[in-house]
């Protein structure tokens, strides 16, 4: 199979400071170096319409213009089934990046090649009449609904994991835990790894800890349940569900940590903020709550 192109052309902006082109695509836009030697080595960079080498000064306004042949890549393609009739959630979209609000109960990615129903197959739907292509920057879980940003192009993955590595894009929950979490806002700090009885699950000091870091604010305390924000430093596997447990709060409907059932669980990413690919411009993007997240709600406050 044929590897596929990929073309990034963007105008530099008026106020851009004199640099090298290599200062501005590894320093300024995060691109690996691998990207870089292939676009010195093959001449698939050009300033203007013209190849300069990577030590020449680009200036305001000068028109930098990527192209990628696909083997640069180490996912140069995905290969979801694309649903026909997607119904996806579109919160925000620009060339690189589609942020969507996901539902809860629907999975993120197939497990086996031919599986169907799952937000990137959605997204690959979405995707199928243009030029992009659908991959996968974070994930959440099955049962927690919210903003998924989707990579377009697999120029700008790397891009996005560094940012999120370096802590610079910012994901907020709202989740309804049990009881009454003291004080109002805080932070939890255990340190997280596998639970070697429970393959699905992770635990505090677990097998393989790795640090984690969660903060977070009462919204309001209700009947025997507090609404709180929280605000992920790191990203473990179900980071907020296991520091939440820990602490005597579990969230209300969790299928493995929590104690009180609920027709969901009751843990949603409402906010997205982005520093988007190039541009370098911070776009925060709402996740609206969906109307049964919202009878829960009710139900306890």
């Not at 996901?102 to 009449?129: F, R, S, V």
């Not at 907020?240 to 447990?245: M, P, S, T």
Request: zero cysteines.
């Amino acid at each position: 199979m044929m590897e596929k192109n990929w073309k990034i052309i963007e105008t530099l902006s008026k106020d851009q400071p004199s640099q090298t082109l290599r200062d501005l695509l590894q320093k300024q836009w995060l691109l690996p170096r691998r990207f870089v030697y292939y676009l010195r080595t093959r001449h698939n960079v050009l300033v203007n319409g013209q190849y300069y080498p990577v030590n020449h000064q680009v200036q305001p306004a000068d028109i930098i213009e990527l192209n990628f042949n696909g083997d640069e890549f180490r996912t140069p393609q995905t290969h979801y089934q694309p649903t026909p009739h997607p119904r996806l959630n579109v919160l925000f979209e620009n060339r690189d990046v589609l942020v969507v609000n996901k539902p809860a109960g629907q999975k993120m990615h197939p497990n086996q090649p031919l599986e169907i129903g799952t937000l990137l197959n959605d997204a690959a739907g979405y995707l199928k009449t243009s030029s992009a292509d659908a991959f996968m920057v974070h994930r959440l879980d099955q049962a927690t609904s919210g903003a998924v940003a989707i990579a377009k192009n697999p120029i700008v993955v790397p891009i996005l994991d560094r940012r999120i590595s370096q802590g610079q894009m910012h994901r907020q929950y709202l989740a309804l835990v049990a009881g009454n979490i003291t004080p109002d806002a805080g932070k939890f700090d255990w340190p997280i790894g596998r639970d070697l009885l429970d393959q699905r699950k992770r635990r505090v000091n677990g097998f393989a800890s790795q640090p984690a870091l969660t903060y977070y604010q009462v919204a309001w305390r209700g009947k025997n349940a507090t609404l709180v924000r929280l605000q992920l430093a790191t990203g473990r596997t179900h980071q907020l569900r296991v520091h939440l447990a820990y602490s005597g709060h579990p969230i209300i409907g969790d299928p493995l940590y929590g104690t009180i059932d609920a027709s969901r669980m009751m843990l949603h990413g409402i906010k997205q903020q982005l520093v988007l690919p190039f541009t370098e411009k911070i776009q925060t993007i709402q996740a609206p709550i969906d109307d049964e997240f919202k009878q829960i709600l009710l139900k306890y406050k």
